[in-house]
Nanobody, 128 residues
Framework: QVQPVESGGGSVQAGRSLRLSCEVP????????VGWFRQAPGQEREFVAA????????DYADSVQGRFTIGRDNVKKTIDLQMNSLKPEDTAVYYC?????????????????????WGKGTLVTVSS
């Protein structure tokens, strides 16, 4: 069992930035495509951003395009989500998800059903 671990959530005012990190435990011969999702109270979990295992492909939800960036931090060995120009509607619990893929797979995945392992989530609250 693999348990991604999120960190970096918190409370900020609208217009400010936050950076979330996701650590996916390393296992021999594993390659991971990683996605970030979020779930606001009373709503379904929705896609935010995704990155292929190689890092060569990224995808974003329309609502965060141009404000959020997903990327790999090779020093911390995490997949980070840089969130700029935050809005109150970005308030949600943010989840990191990992999908095991074969070496060389260039796809990123945007559907909740695509992912094998999920973190417990980290809360982001944006006030106006």
């Amino acid at each position: 069992q693999v348990q991604p671990v999120e960190s970096g959530g918190g409370s900020v005012q609208a217009g400010r930035s936050l950076r979330l990190s996701c650590e996916v435990p390393e296992r021999t011969n594993d390659n991971w495509a990683v996605g970030w999702f979020r779930q606001a109270p009373g709503q379904e979990r929705e896609f935010v951003a995704a990155m292929s295992a190689s890092g060569g492909r990224t995808d974003y939800a329309d609502s965060v395009q141009g404000r959020f960036t997903i990327g790999r931090d090779n020093v911390k060995k995490t997949i980070d989500l840089q969130m700029n120009s935050l809005k109150p509607e970005d308030t949600a619990v943010y989840y990191c998800a990992a999908k095991s893929v074969y070496f060389g797979n260039a796809w990123s995945f945007t559907d909740v059903k695509d992912y094998d392992f999920w973190g417990k989530g980290t809360l982001v609250t944006v006030s106006s």
